[in-house]
């Protein structure tokens, strides 16, 4: 059984759900996946993983970077969690891209090279959005690129981590990144 409620936030309203191992998804309303992993079955109810995810999203919208997290139940293929697990090791106020991505996980399975296509779809459809940070994933020109809850939204989510977003573009922090994720010239 899933269970939801709603989180008013400064970038929109995000739906919330999770079973009894943690939090499930994390959806802003009228994104592109929303409510994807949705149960038929679920009901609006507080929960302690609500709770906290809520309390998570409460630091982060006041512009601090979380000191905890809130327990989280990814369900996704192989492929996606791996994927989903780099994404949790991007630190707060950074950003990398969808080919350092790839050439990580790449690296992590004994291969000489994934797609950042195949990554890029796998972050699309991450389902626990902010949380699992997929709007750090900038394009390799360092260009804001696709976001399920929209370039905006992005944008802002960047910007209450103090990632500059008013030029046309932004560039990786490669330098600062997890020894696995540092761009290779």
């Not at 929303?34 to 809520?54: G, I, K, M, N, W």
Request: proline share 8%; with cysteine.
């Amino acid at each position: 059984m899933q269970y939801t409620s709603i989180y008013r936030s400064p970038v929109g309203e995000i739906l919330l759900a999770c079973d009894e191992i943690g939090l499930t998804g994390l959806w802003f309303r009228g994104g592109k996946y929303f409510a994807l992993q949705l149960d038929r079955e679920h009901q609006p109810q507080e929960t302690p993983v609500l709770s906290a995810a809520a309390r998570w999203l409460n630091v982060y919208f006041s512009g601090r970077e979380p000191d905890f997290m809130p327990p989280i139940h990814m369900i996704g293929s192989p492929f996606q969690l791996s994927v989903w697990g780099l994404l949790q090791k991007i630190p707060y106020g950074k950003t990398t891209t969808y080919g350092e991505i790839a050439r990580s996980l790449a690296a992590e399975r004994g291969l000489p090279r994934m797609s950042a296509q195949a990554v890029g779809g796998a972050v699309g459809h991450n389902p626990i959005s902010i949380i699992v940070p997929c709007h750090r994933v900038i394009g390799s020109n360092g260009s804001l690129t696709g976001y399920a809850g929209g370039l905006q939204t992005k944008k802002k989510l960047l910007d209450y981590e103090g990632v500059g977003t008013d030029s046309a573009a932004i560039r990786p922090h490669g330098k600062d990144l997890p020894a696995d994720l540092v761009r290779k010239p």
